[in-house]
């Protein structure tokens, strides 16, 4: 059973960047498939990106798409969110996700195909 750690949240105007990492401990990294979503205050979780085993398999949503990367470090066990041209609307706890194998990286894109999860870190973007 893996756990997982974020970090790197915090507060950033609006334009700005922030890098989240998420730690994982517990299980053979590389064999997980690996997301981040998001939940604002009031609205519910929703996919932000996901990638497979490599950097070289990753998917978006449509909101972040050209603004934030996502990339791993298996020898390092973390996965990483830069986030780029940051605005208002993507204020959220921002959380990492994991599920070990791996199918098409579309299939990701919903929170119930995650078993582990992060506690969240705080992303606040100002106007």
């Known amino acids: 059973q893996v756990q997982l750690v974020e970090s790197g949240g915090g507060l950033v105007q609006a334009g700005g960047s922030l890098r989240l990492s998420c730690a994982a401990s517990?299980?053979?990294?590389?064999?997980?498939?690996m997301g981040w979503f998001r939940q604002a205050p009031g609205k519910e979780r929703e996919f932000v990106t996901a990638i497979g085993w490599t950097d070289a398999d990753t998917y978006y949503a449509d909101s972040v798409k050209g603004r934030f990367t996502i990339s791993r470090d298996n020898a390092k066990n973390t996965v990483s969110l830069q986030m780029n041209s940051l605005k208002p609307e993507d204020t959220a706890v921002y959380y990492c996700a994991a599920v070990l194998g791996y199918r098409s990286i579309s299939y990701y894109t919903t929170s119930s195909r995650y078993p582990y999860w992060g506690q969240g870190t705080q992303v606040t973007v100002s106007s």
């Open positions: 517990g299980g053979t990294f590389r064999s997980y498939t």
